[in-house]
T-cell receptor, first 117, second 115 residues
């Protein structure tokens, strides 16, 4: 597609429920990233994928958070047993394979707004 | 470890006046530096980036930033503010070879433009 696509754009869920957030990167981009944006914590890195593997998942805040990517394209971020502190905007981004030093840009989607009530 | 400090969480400028957003970074390796803008209810859009080479970097919408290694700064400027510049601006550092996908963002600066 023309840009990074995320769904749902808004999600309200009850505490304790599981949620899945989907990201469809720009066509041809092999690198995919998840970030979280919240009032208290600002923008936080969660995980990134190169192809289907995740070299860096150091930002996942707890074992309730997981992400997968299949076919080198779409990724799903899953939050199990959601808590109120999980309320945030979850941003997905993608870039071509070449490292930042090569001048490639990370392109962000518009985010999935998650509210846990 | 890398980190970014943005001075001022809110900045108010008059239309036509200079926009100056301050960013200082900490990095143990030569940094790659970025400025992103976020309009309400939208994702992040890249304004400009510094990787190597010329230290004065020009971006979209008339913005530019200068990398000053001695001051560990990467301040963003625009000579004349426009109403459409009202948004939140984020400075970010990243790009080490083993974590090039991991950007460290500043807390953001909200820009308000007054007529």
């Amino acid at each position: 597609g023309a840009g990074v696509s995320q769904s749902p754009s808004n999600k309200v869920t009850e505490k304790g429920k599981d949620v899945e957030l989907r990201c469809d990167p720009i066509s041809g981009h092999t690198a995919l990233y998840w970030y979280r944006q919240s009032l208290g914590q600002g923008l936080e890195f969660l995980i990134y994928f190169q192809g289907n593997s995740a070299p860096d998942k150091s930002g996942l805040p707890s074992d309730r958070f997981s992400a997968e990517r299949t076919g080198g394209s779409v990724s799903t971020l899953t939050i199990q047993r959601t808590q109120q502190e999980d309320s945030a905007v979850y941003l997905c981004a993608s870039s071509p394979r070449v490292a930042i030093g090569g001048g490639n840009t990370i392109y962000f989607g518009e985010g999935s707004w998650l509210t846990v009530v | 470890a890398q980190s970014v400090t943005q001075l001022g969480s809110h900045v108010s400028v008059s239309e036509g006046a200079l926009v100056l957003l301050r960013c200082n970074y900490s990095s143990s390796v030569p940094p790659y530096l970025f400025w992103y803008v976020q309009y309400p209810n939208q994702g992040l859009q890249l304004l400009l980036k510094y990787t190597t080479g010329a230290t004065l970097v020009k971006g979209i919408n008339g913005f530019e930033a200068e990398f000053k290694k001695s001051e560990t700064s990467f301040h963003l400027t625009k000579p004349s503010a426009h109403m459409s510049d009202a948004a939140e601006y984020f400075c970010a550092v990243g790009g080490t070879t083993d974590s090039w996908g991991k950007l460290q963002f500043g807390a953001g600066t909200q820009v308000v433009v007054t007529p």
